[in-house]
T-cell receptor
């Protein structure tokens, strides 16, 4: 079964609104979580690295004020897409690093965001 | 700057034959390589990995080969099965950074 869960799996929102995606590690504590974005027929692109209790580290070209990442606990990280626009429509995937499993990275199931 | 490249966007193989997926990388700091399988609208699932201290790792039908001098790795699936049809991503990391850099993916189709 899944060890990293994302919610929601699918979300449709109106342009200009904000949407939050949750990423939970189900049976382990994840000090580090990663957020990726995948556009159709393209690779998974790392957006940011999230460490529990500290600010996320964003990759070049990713707007930190638009993609708010919170990692308030060892089992939950959230990605909020603020003032979403149609070009933000994408597949967002999180992953969590399990230190106790030899630094194994587990991926969530992904969340489809469609902005209309 | 694409540090990890999968130059074949798609591959079609007959059931029972060998599937070979290729991946090239440019960053010599990468020391850990992984292959993931992905179905549409799902997150990637881990298949197999290899450390740079090895040149081969085998797990059942899956074998990954690493050629460090050529900065090339490949995934062999034998025998190929219809359930293997998916998009395969190779990924690389500098373990100190723990971040994964993904290739563009190769869509593998296994024909009955």
């Amino acid at each position: 079964g899944a060890v990293v869960s994302q919610h929601p799996s699918w979300v449709i929102c109106k342009s200009g609104t904000s949407v939050k995606i949750e990423c939970r590690s189900l049976d382990f504590q994840a000090t580090t979580m990663f957020w990726y974005r995948q556009f159709p027929k393209q690779s998974l692109m790392l957006m940011a690295t999230s460490n529990e209790g500290s600010k996320a580290t964003y990759e070049q070209g990713v707007e930190k004020d638009k993609f708010l990442i919170n990692h308030a606990s060892l089992t939950l990280s959230t990605l909020t897409v603020t003032s979403a626009h149609p070009e933000d429509s994408s597949f967002y995937i999180c992953s969590a690093l399990s230190f106790y499993s030899g630094n194994t990275i587990y991926f969530g199931e992904g969340s489809w965001l469609t902005v209309v | 700057d694409q540090q990890v490249k999968q130059n074949s966007p798609s591959l079609s193989v007959q059931e029972g034959r060998i599937s070979i997926l290729n991946c090239d990388y440019t960053n010599s700091m990468f020391d850990y390589f992984l292959w993931y399988k992905k179905y549409p609208a799902e997150g990637p699932t881990f298949l197999i990995s290899i450390s740079s201290i090895k040149d081969k790792n085998e797990d059942g039908r899956f074998t990954v080969f690493l050629n460090k001098s050529a900065k090339h790795l490949s995934l062999h699936i034998v025998p190929s099965q219809p359930g293997d049809s998916a998009v395969y991503f190779c990924a690389a990391s500098d373990q100190g950074a723990q971040k994964l850099v993904f290739g563009q993916g190769t869509r593998l189709t296994i024909n009955p």
